[in-house]
């Protein structure tokens, strides 16, 4: 074979690798990371993935796994055990909030959510037994945005981990380590791999104990990611930082004009003014607000039908973060496990619609708003 230098990382689409004889065994052992055995241990393809979120996230390591949820999971068992108690925020994506709620109860954890007034006054709501708490920077889907650094003097104060989920804003515009959170997860499915073709997700650790705890979970629980769907995210990852300025620029666009069109009754973009905590989002931010935004129309399911059939070129596809725009509506989707008293406490109602404003130049979006909202 002659010497082949390819510009990008082949897949290494293999679930095992060959060692010539029991010295390279042993040296595999000796130097973790040099070599590889089993792809489910680790795999080139998965490694460069996780190396590249690392350097984004400001972390000292990273494990991809094979969705965001099995992220959230990894996270939480690498720091809980049985019997202990676990605090989340009461706004995030309600696949985190089942899994806390409706399965790992079943394991033997206790879990309570904090109510949005009381992010930042943890004391009511810590147990002796409490080992962390689980907030999102930015949440879905009402775009809540957490003030980071100050969750974090309470976590610390009360000797808790701090797990953020960074999907939403991603590390272009929020690096939560150097806030003080002590884990960072991303459903890797969104921004990070950006083309809606991949299912996959990462937990970037500061500690280095944290980090060997999520590859050990990652490892026995059997939670990674696969060679070719770690190359497709890969590959993503490398237009983020181009791609995450177009989403924003063109969900402020969008956000303007539904905030001044006649049949929206709210926009949550923390991009706009009127936003509760549009500040907070531009320190945090960088200036950036992200390419995530909610409205609400009339509160019939009538209503919402009429826009999405009216609509040509955006879909309802219930994900996010794709290069093309899609709509998703949280009642039906994201936040269907909640119960109608515990949505409607959030504020989510049957009017409101999450739009994951894409890459696209921001006339075709307007434009396609505009002639599907007239036929609200
Ligand atoms: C904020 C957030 N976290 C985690 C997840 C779960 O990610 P995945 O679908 O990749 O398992 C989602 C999915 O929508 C999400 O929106």
Known sequence: MPHIHPKTTPIYQTSVF????????????????????????????????????????????????????????????????????????EEIYGGSSSLLVQELTRMGLDVSAVPTADTYNLQAHVKPNTCMMLAETMSNPLLLVLDIKQLAQQTKQHNLKLVIDNTFASPILTQPLLLGADIVIHSVTKYLSGHSDVTAGVVVSAQPEDLKRVKQVMMVY???????????????????????????????????????????????????EQHPQHELAREQGQGLFGGMLSFKIKDDTAAVNALMQALEHIPFAPSLAGVTTSLSYPVGTSHRSLSEAQRQKIGITAGVIRLSVGIEEPEELLADLEQALAAV
């Open 18 to 89: 060959a060692f010539e004889d029991l010295n390279a065994l042993e040296l595999y052992f000796s130097e973790p990371g040099q070599s590889y055995m089993y792809t489910r241990y680790g795999n080139p393809n998965a490694d460069e993935l996780a190396q590249e979120v690392n350097k984004l996230e400001k972390g000292i390591g990273a494990v991809v796994t094979s969705s965001g949820m099995s992220a959230i999971l990894a996270a939480i068992l690498a720091v809980c055990k049985a019997g202990d108690h676990v605090l989340y925020a």
């Open 222 to 272: 059997g939670l990674n990611l696969s060679p070719f769907e770690s190359w497709l995210a890969a590959r993503g990852l490398k237009t983020l930082r181009v791609r995450m300025r177009q989403h924003c620029s063109n969900a402020l666009t969008v956000a303007r004009y539904l905030a001044q069109h006649p049949k929206v009754e709210k926009v949550w973009y923390p991009g706009l």
